[in-house]
């Protein structure tokens, strides 16, 4: 349970709410882009409980590729979804864990102001390459590691939220831009806007789904580990910002490039935002750990079940890990760092929205309605409102993005779906099945 939380934390927080705070107070144009915080957290609380009662039945390392396969059928139209998944994933994978490292080396400047260029791509690059060779282990030492991140992160996270509150101010917290809050056109962008960086804020609450075969009690572990990990850090983003802003004001900090060291050293000085600085580097490190971690067990699965190249399939020989996944998601992802921060954070969402995130709020729908073999050890409350919510938040999300990143999502399902029937025809799989 405990390694399973702070698996979906780290993956959570990484490098996330420390740097993205300008760009969320940015894109709505001041305090008010506290609301981007509570929609994602809504958002994220309904796609959890998706997530869970998906993962409490299916708890198979892999995840999603095991969700679209049953709930779309498995011997139709449901190879294709789950192809598209590990489509994307194989995508999604290098450039989520690049954003981590990115998002680290964009930090690292506050330390070192002349890193920038070959040098700062050079960092994140490292970045990836060492956290491939911590996960060239095997899984429990791997679950003590992670703990020990945890521990590191929620130690920043209470600095932070204690000096927030010895030193808050609510007339510069709470001082909002005039109309901050009329309906209009530009409102709903900007909150679509924000409400995407606060997604990305939140992602990684579904990290235990990815390893479910290495989780115990997975029917208890998974609903529980994701809820937590969603509400605790719910509460903690939400006031961290309010607290950041309560000292440093909204205009002023949307400027920032280091906003929480810049908090802490306003506070407590130099040298303290120099070290938070270090701390921060550690959640981001930890966020690369815990999603490398991850994703490499999505193609070890499917090649397995002997849907995906069967290289991948590959384990150590003696620590019996996915060996190939681990180091092919590690060079993939040092590759990815040749993007920009802002670049790999929407890439990421719009795949993962188009080709993944929907596709498993539907997946509930059929599974309960078609697929009453399978067991719910979770089912979530208040059924179907919180898949519906997610749902159109998610739509709402995509609907809110550029259109170049949308584009971009829809000719990599169209490829997808290519790959996809080319390999099915020389299969002789779906559509493609011998009578």
């Given amino acids: 349970m405990w390694g399973a939380t702070s698996a979906n934390m780290l993956n959570m927080v990484g490098v996330g709410p420390f740097i993205t705070i300008p760009l969320a107070l940015a894109a709505m144009g001041g305090g008010q882009a506290m609301l981007g915080w509570i929609v994602g957290a809504l958002i994220a609380l309904c796609d959890g409980m998706v997530w869970a009662e998906l993962g409490a039945a299916m708890p198979d390392s892999g995840g999603p590729y095991h969700y679209l396969l049953e709930a779309f059928g498995p011997r139709g139209l449901g190879r294709l979804m789950s192809f598209l998944f590990l489509w994307q994933a194989v995508i999604i994978g290098p450039i989520t864990i690049a954003s981590g490292a990115v998002g680290f080396a964009d930090y690292a400047k506050y330390l ?85 960086i606060a997604m990305y804020d939140f992602s990684g609450y579904f990290n235990v789904c990815l390893v479910g075969e290495e989780v115990r009690q997975p029917g208890r572990t998974i609903p529980r580990s994701i809820i937590i990990s969603i509400v605790v850090l719910a509460v903690l983003y939400i006031m961290m910002n309010i607290s950041i802003i309560g000292v440093i004001p909204a205009q002023e900090a949307m400027q920032s490039k280091a906003i929480v060291a810049e908090f802490i050293e306003k506070i407590y000085g130099s040298l303290s935002g120099k070290i938070v600085a270090l701390l921060i580097l550690w959640a981001a490190f930890g966020s690369v750990f815990a999603i490398l971690l991850g994703y490499s067990r999505i193609p070890y699965s499917a090649a397995v079940d002997g849907h995906f190249f069967s290289v991948f399939a590959r384990v150590h020989p003696t620590k019996h890990f996915p060996s190939f996944a681990v180091v092919t998601m590690g060079i993939g992802s040092a590759v990815a760092c040749l993007l920009s921060l802002s670049d790999l954070i929407s890439y990421m969402l719009v795949f993962q929205i188009l080709l993944q995130f929907i596709a498993q709020c539907v997946a509930v729908f059929l599974l309960r309605k078609w697929r009453r073999d399978i067991k719910r050890p979770f089912s979530m409350p208040m059924y179907p409102l919180p898949a519906l919510i997610a749902l159109f938040g998610w739509i709402y999300i995509l609907a809110s993005s550029g259109w170049k990143f949308v584009a971009t999502g829809f000719a990599l399902m169209i490829v997808g779906t290519i790959a996809y029937l080319w390999r099915a025809r020389v299969s002789r799989e779906w559509p493609f099945q011998k009578a």
């Fill in 112 to 196: 070192l102001p002349g890193l920038d260029g070959w040098e700062k791509i050079a960092l994140a690059a490292g970045v990836c390459l060492f956290n491939t060779v911590l996960l060239y282990r095997s899984i429990k030492s791997i679950n003590i590691l992670s703990i020990t991140m945890w521990v590191v992160v929620m130690g920043t996270i209470a600095w932070i939220l204690f000096g927030g509150m010895t030193h808050f101010n609510a007339s510069v917290a709470f001082h909002f831009p005039p109309d901050a809050f009329h309906p209009s056109r530009q409102f709903f962008l900007g909150l679509g806007a924000a409400t995407l």
